[in-house]
């Protein structure tokens, strides 16, 4: 049986790293193998193009090579890590996935959501079974993704109101989607967000773990 | 008005960027404002993906992901260098463009056409004015593209077999639009070569070069 499929997704600084962990080590220990991955990148084809996507001027690209650029990862991802995953039973985690796409270069940068539909579809790529929208305020994430890490920040240099464009995207998506997604509140603790992931595997895909 | 748009296409070591470089030269001398320009490339941000594609195992991504990619720099190429030309009025030669897309990675490589189109179509890539196919036998051509430039061969050292399905399928893009495409016996010497190009540019485009 194909392994379950779910994506983490929201803004920069938003926690999507550290809850991806905690979820695969908590899955792990409840017994179901799991498979820890993130776009852009999650396979040697795909890091590469990733080095190029994630650093210096976020204008370097035209949105529509952006877009592209992501589609061409997200398939070498797809065909060397989530599929055979999931087609040997792994449960995969995705730190960022197609929403991620649909809200920076969608609705951030413009690109027409009928162009990303159709890349979406040319890569056939897999519909998440849940995917956690973790809600944060762009100015608290874009502060605690700064110290975060160096280099990778061609987004996070973008202003405020981009970011603030992004968030509404993504609750955009997860009130049209309500089926596949749960929004978490990314400013409770660590903890409690947490807890709110595990609520949502347990109700939506019926592990406890 | 527009300038015309003229592609060189075909095999490795036809002799395509040398009659480009001469048809340039030949008609600035006539006259006739030109950017010569290339694929994969062709601007800051292609160039970058260019050096991506060009190197390393021809297995590197997956067929699909190559396309894709191509895709990605064309549409930074298009935006930044072809269409500012052409509007400017100045012709634009490119030495390979989505004729090479369909011969490598369709025909040789095995992405569906309709997904090539699918992305022609996604980034309005222009139907070029006229297009030199200068058709050459494998066995010569990536001998003589062996001894020409050193790092960029990833597609040289593919196998014979995959050089004749992509000489196949240019010389049935040019048979397929012959009021777009005209063949050029590339075993001919360079000044026969760039002779026929030249006449080809005289009898379909209407100057004298």
Redesign the interface.
């Given at each position: 049986m194909s392994g379950k499929f779910i994506t983490l997704e929201g803004g920069e600084g938003a926690g999507k790293s550290t809850l991806a962990r905690a979820l695969a080590e908590r899955l792990e220990a409840a017994g179901v193998q799991t498979t820890l991955t993130r776009e852009p990148g999650g396979s040697p084809?795909a890091d590469?193009?990733r080095a190029?996507f994630v650093r210096g001027d976020a204008e370097?690209?035209?949105p529509?090579?952006?877009a592209?650029?992501i589609?061409?990862?997200r398939?070498?991802h797809i065909?060397?890590t989530i599929a055979p995953a999931r087609a040997a039973g792994r449960w995969v985690i995705c730190d960022r996935f197609t929403d991620s796409t649909h809200a920076y270069q969608g609705a951030g940068r413009g690109v027409d959501m009928a162009?990303l539909t159709?890349?979406d579809a040319?890569?056939d790529a897999p519909k998440p079974d849940l995917t956690l929208v973790l809600d944060v305020d762009p100015k608290a994430g874009v502060r605690r993704s700064k110290g975060a890490h160096s280099g990778e920040d061609r987004f996070e240099r973008m202003d405020l109101s981009f970011h603030q464009t992004v968030r509404a995207a993504f609750l955009g998506i997860a009130r049209d989607e309500p089926d596949r997604c749960v929004v978490i509140d990314a400013a409770l603790d660590k903890d409690a967000v947490r807890a709110a992931a595990l609520d949502a595997i347990a109700s939506r895909l019926g592990v406890h773990a």
């Open positions: 084809g590469a193009i190029l370097k690209f035209a529509l090579t952006d592209l650029l589609a061409a990862a398939a070498d065909a060397h162009v159709t890349l040319l890569i």
